[in-house]
């Protein structure tokens, strides 16, 4: 399972960057000019980089040595102290926020692949989803003044919706999955008088509530409303907030929840899906995998999250892996060469395939499994929170998750709740305005 990365762990990254005040090319650790070295922290994909850099040598006699360094945070940490002794490898890939991207690249760790991606008319950049290249980019006059550009080359990507359970929604006598919150609503009584539990996921885990939370508040408010509250300009006890908070009640309130499900962690919820203990889930793309190993036979298919408004679209988490190349690398041609290579859509088929993952080549669909194209298709409702102008501040995220459970659990109204994360809001806002005085 993946999740996103630690915010109390990029605010380091981000000082150790900002201490380095380093401008220019940096050398790369790679002085070997017949080996491209990668770094990363793929643990589930590293035997299938692996294969394909043999079968890149085979076919060019050049070769690529793959480096795995886990679990992430350690992987980070690696980088870093890379970048500060200036021996960084060839290719690797930048973890946390679009600020500590931006980071890296002033600081010249990353090369601008721009024209290499549109030279000559290339196809290279329209073999991508949309979304999985825009995170690697920087548009006009965006808010890091990072030359508007393409710094990073996307290898798979994860779109996080709902899973429903064909076999016993149809037990309960529904024909099709709900398009809207008030048919979810009814769905999950209608389980209820089969004696069929509704909805679980590993809401233990505070990120996955953040994430099911957002998707609903992006549908309610649309994405600008939702920026101007992270950055202070509307508050959590506004009604279109107050209307998201009230999901998580009315659901509560029809009794929709696996029992346990804010101190569930996210393997035991897909266990519980695994094993047809609820009709519908919240989960990763990632799922596929894990749901095969526990039950090859399960029947169940892939959708958005049912809307509450017409107003704006539903909008879904969508997260993936990428690598840059050093920009001081003296392998870059051969690095930005093997890229393209890799990520062609034989390449792209092939690492699918082995991995389960959804490839960001979308020419390279065709290979993979009929569930894994179900979370392709969401992939135009993607929003990936790493790329957001503005993101909300640890603490503030934090009382607003523990604000979400007590609402399931009964023990405080989303009014209380509300309260509560906006008094942690205007604390932040507070220091903030301190520090800057």
């Given at each position: ?52 850099a ?25 980088v ?5 002794a200036k ?36 196809e ?18 965006n ?16 779109t ?24 979810l ?27 099911f939370?957002?998707?609903?508040a992006?549908n ?29 009640k ?85 690095s930005i ?22 490839p ?33 501040h ?20 989303p009014?209380?709740?509300a309260?509560e ?9 507070e ?7």
């Amino acid at each position: 399972m993946r999740k996103p990365f630690s915010c109390v762990f990029v605010l380091s990254i981000l000082a150790v960057i900002s201490a380095l005040n380093i401008t220019g090319c940096t050398f790369g650790k790679n002085k070997n000019t017949d080996t491209i070295t990668v770094w990363h922290w793929m643990t589930d994909r590293h035997d299938a980089l692996v294969e394909l850099a043999q079968k890149y040598e085979r076919e060019t006699g050049i070769k690529v040595n793959f480096e795995l360094y886990a679990p992430s945070d350690a992987y980070s940490q690696k980088v870093i102290a890379a970048a500060q002794a200036k021996v960084l490898p060839d290719i690797f890939g930048v973890l946390g926020e679009k600020k500590v991207f931006a980071s890296f690249i002033e600081n010249g760790f990353v090369a601008d692949l721009t024209n290499d991606f549109r030279l000559n008319n290339s196809e290279w950049e329209s073999s991508f989803f949309p979304k999985a290249l825009a995170v690697n980019q920087f548009e006009e006059s965006n808010i890091y003044k990072i030359r508007p550009g393409i710094y990073g080359v996307p290898i798979d990507v994860t779109t996080i919706q709902m899973l429903y359970n064909k076999k016993l929604l149809k037990q309960a006598g529904i024909t099709n999955p709900p398009e809207t919150f008030q048919e979810l609503i009814e769905d999950i009584e209608a389980l209820k008088r089969v004696g069929l539990a509704g909805f679980v996921s590993g809401w233990g885990e505070a990120w996955l509530i953040d994430c099911f939370a957002s998707n609903y508040a992006f549908n309610v408010m649309g994405e600008e409303k939702v920026m101007a509250t992270y950055r202070g300009k509307v508050k959590y006890t506004d009604a279109d907030w107050i209307t998201v908070f009230n999901l998580f009640k009315i659901l509560a309130d029809h009794d929709a929840f696996v029992k346990g499900i804010v101190i569930k962690g996210n393997k035991y919820a897909e266990q519980d899906f695994a094993l047809e203990r609820a009709a519908f889930a919240f989960n990763g793309s990632w799922c596929v995998n894990v749901y095969k190993d526990m039950n090859p036979n399960l029947e169940y298919g892939v959708m958005l999250p049912p809307a509450v408004s017409k107003n704006f679209p539903m909008a879904i988490w969508y997260t993936g892996s990428s690598f840059v190349v050093n920009g001081g690398s003296m392998n870059k041609q051969k690095s930005i060469d093997f890229l393209k290579w890799l990520t062609a859509r034989e390449q792209q088929a092939v690492f699918a395939a082995e991995t389960k993952n959804l490839p960001a080549n979308k020419k390279a669909l065709s290979a993979v499994d009929p569930i894994l194209s179900g979370f392709a298709k969401g992939a135009d409702y993607g929003t990936h929170p790493t790329a957001w102008r503005v993101n909300e501040h640890p603490k503030v995220s934090e009382r607003f998750t523990k604000g979400i459970q007590s609402i399931i659990i009964g023990e405080k109204t989303p009014q209380e709740v509300a309260q509560e994360v906006q008094a942690a809001k205007e604390k932040v806002l507070e220091r903030e305005s301190r520090r800057k005085n």
